[in-house]
């Protein structure tokens, strides 16, 4: 365990005083999402490890931003608990920090709550080297606005995530996949009229022409909704090798297409769960893709105009963003109304006075 808070102080306000831009960074393992920084000082937060505090009677868990994902996970696991926002590990090292401050969650996201819903608390340096102190690690100590869900998913732009408090669930006592035929409208339909009912859904992903639903819960709601769901039941090794690859994204669509379409480009749709399936017509590529969120998450490959598919998914009532962005070729997130990039702007001027922290990477400008 090492605490940097002081060393992490000291480089803030250095930089500070010296008009110098820092792109903060954990274990690199996201490096790649958000708009490319060009700082001119590094700040690692890798070393900045160790679980402060652990209460599993409590469900409350408190470690350090450079704590891995992979140490938490296995702390939690011996007590028969987890971490049900499900973060993606892109690499054995991700941290903690890169999780909140990315704001990613797995394929259990619809169903159990997003990062935010699980963030009780957490201690901030920001742009002046003061540490600021949100939420604690009750749900009761947030009184007024959280601002620990303003920095949770932030990407470092208003400070250092230092130390994060997070609520944690009991692992399930049974899990089940089922595997279905169904085309993207039918699954889309079917995903939707299942989540109205008390069945105990936790993922969902379809991909050419295959639905996978996965339960998780009491034995004996598990297996009554297998009964009544009816679909064919995959193996525990091949389950868990599915929704991991997805949290992950080492699953083919995404390994593998990525090495078949070059010069493509991944984008993630966000949609209404119940909008319709999108066509090739609308954009072009979208026949190749994979839904999740029981279709409020939609991955394409496409080489389809940005301006074009970010029209397609408000015309759809959603939003689209630009997910692997690593050779800068367009801002990974659609530009705000000027109203919207007001209260940025104000924010970031309100946390990082001076403008230090991973410029531009929300946001050109910002």
């Not at 009677?57 to 140490?71: C, M, Q």
């Not at 926002?85 to 941290?95: D, G, H, K, L, M």
């Not at 996978?212 to 297996?223: E, T, Y």
């Not at 078949?260 to 993630?268: A, E, S």
Request: aromatic share 6%; glycine share 12%.
């Amino acid at each position: 365990m090492s605490d940097l808070t002081q060393d992490f102080i000291g480089e803030i306000r250095a930089a500070a005083a010296a008009g110098a831009s820092l792109a903060i960074e954990g274990a690199g393992s996201k490096r790649w999402y958000g708009n490319p920084v060009v700082a001119q000082r590094a700040l690692a937060t890798a070393a900045h490890t160790g679980i402060v505090d652990y209460d599993p009677a409590e469900l409350v868990l408190t470690a350090r931003s450079g704590t891995t994902l992979a140490d938490i996970e296995s702390t939690l696991a011996e007590r028969g608990q987890m971490l049900a926002f499900e973060p993606p590990r892109y690499a054995r090292e991700s941290t903690l920090g890169g999780a909140i401050a990315t704001a990613l969650s797995g394929p259990s996201r619809p169903f159990v709550g997003g990062v935010r819903d699980f963030v009780l608390g957490m201690h901030v340096i920001d742009g002046k080297g003061d540490v600021l102190k949100f939420g604690g690690q009750v749900m009761k100590n947030v009184a007024g606005y959280d601002v620990s869900r303003l920095m949770t998913g932030s990407i470092g732009i208003l400070g250092l995530i230092s130390q994060v408090s997070l609520k944690v669930l009991p692992l399930p006592v049974a899990t089940a996949t089922l595997r279905f035929e169904l085309s993207e409208a039918e699954a889309i339909q079917r995903v939707n009229e299942w989540s109205g009912k008390p069945l105990p859904l936790t993922a969902s992903v379809w991909e050419n022409g295959i639905l996978h639903i996965r339960l998780s819960g009491a034995r004996a709601a598990v297996d009554s909704a297998i009964q009544h769901m009816r679909g064919v039941l995959l193996n525990v090794s091949g389950a868990d090798a599915l929704w991991n690859g997805l949290r992950d994204q080492t699953h083919a669509f995404f390994c593998d297409a990525a090495e078949m379409n070059v010069g493509q480009t991944l984008w993630r749709l966000s949609l209404p769960a119940i909008a319709p399936a999108i066509t090739a017509d609308q954009i072009p590529g979208a026949d190749r893709q994979l839904i999740e969120w029981g279709g409020g998450q939609r991955w394409l490959w496409s080489t389809a105009n940005g301006d074009a598919i970010r029209h397609a998914a408000r015309q759809m009532g959603g939003h689209a963003v630009r997910f692997n962005n690593q050779h800068g070729d367009g801002e990974t997130f659609a530009q705000p109304s000027a109203a919207l990039m007001a209260i940025h702007r104000r924010l970031k001027q309100t946390f990082d006075p001076q403008g230090i922290f991973n410029p531009g990477r929300l946001y050109q400008g910002l």
